[in-house]
């Protein structure tokens, strides 16, 4: 079966300009979770879609959106970027119970220039 | 709000040596605890978790993770260690009804050397 798959894996922008991440989840899986991973404040979570409806939300700003195709695949953008958004991004497939367990993709690598 | 909190950021040790990785989590609420692993790069993979039930819970790899409710921990072990363990270690913490979040500490970098 394959894995959550990210794309792109690279992407450098520049101060102001939107971005667009992408993932696939493992086949199966309805729900897809977002994190943010940092040196400073480490992997933060973003938001989750299941069954394309947000299912729940962390503690970021509303430049930060997300949504969920009929297929499960997941995009999340941000808007009006800035230097502190360069991050690891991941995103995270489940079959969509709390008890089920998440797969994570390698991330998306965003520099901020 | 929940929070986890790993104490070590960094953790030497010398090959099969015991180590102990140590997570502490609040919450106000049912928690469920789990430990994922994060090899130089590579994804986070699971390593173990702790839904209900018996609270010593064990990876296929030789890791062990005990739930203490009263001291809110779930300290990660491994009675000997491989060069191959070297990994960033991540206890979070899921509060169940709100979805699948996770709840993630800083990570703990384990360097195992010869």
């Known amino acids: 079966k394959a894995g959550v798959t990210q794309t792109p894996r690279y992407l450098i922008k520049t101060r102001g300009q939107q971005v667009t991440l992408s993932c696939s989840p493992i086949?199966?899986?309805?729900?897809v979770s977002w994190y943010q991973q940092t040196p400073g404040q480490g992997l933060q979570f973003l938001f989750e879609?299941?069954?394309?409806?947000?299912?729940n939300k962390g503690n970021f700003p509303g430049r930060f959106s997300g949504r969920q195709f009929s297929n499960s695949r997941s995009e999340m953008n941000v808007s009006t970027l800035e230097l502190g958004d360069s991050a690891l991004y991941l995103c995270?497939?489940?079959?969509?119970?709390?008890?089920?367990?998440?797969?994570f993709g390698p991330g998306t690598r965003l520099t901020v220039l | 709000a929940q929070s986890v909190t790993q104490l070590d950021s960094q953790v030497p040790v010398f090959e099969e040596a015991p180590v102990e990785l140590r997570c502490n989590y609040s919450?106000?609420?049912?928690?469920?605890l789990f430990w994922y692993v994060q090899y130089p790069n590579q994804g986070l993979q699971l390593l173990l978790k702790?839904?209900?039930?018996?609270?010593l819970v064990k990876s296929i790899n030789g890791f062990e993770a005990e739930f203490n409710k009263s001291q809110t921990s779930f300290h990660l072990r491994k009675p000997s260690v491989h060069i191959s363990d070297t990994a960033e270690y991540f206890c979070?913490?899921?509060?169940?009804?709100?979805?699948?979040?996770?709840?993630f500490g800083k990570g703990t970098t384990l360097s195992v050397s010869s």
């Open positions: 879609y299941f069954s394309e409806t947000q299912r």
């Open positions: 919450s106000s609420v049912s928690v469920y």
């Open positions: 979070a913490v899921s509060e169940g009804q709100a979805g699948t979040a996770l709840i």
């Open positions: 086949s199966g899986h309805r729900s």
């Open positions: 702790y839904l209900s039930g018996s609270t």
């Open positions: 995270a497939s489940s079959v969509g119970s709390w008890t089920d367990t998440q797969y």
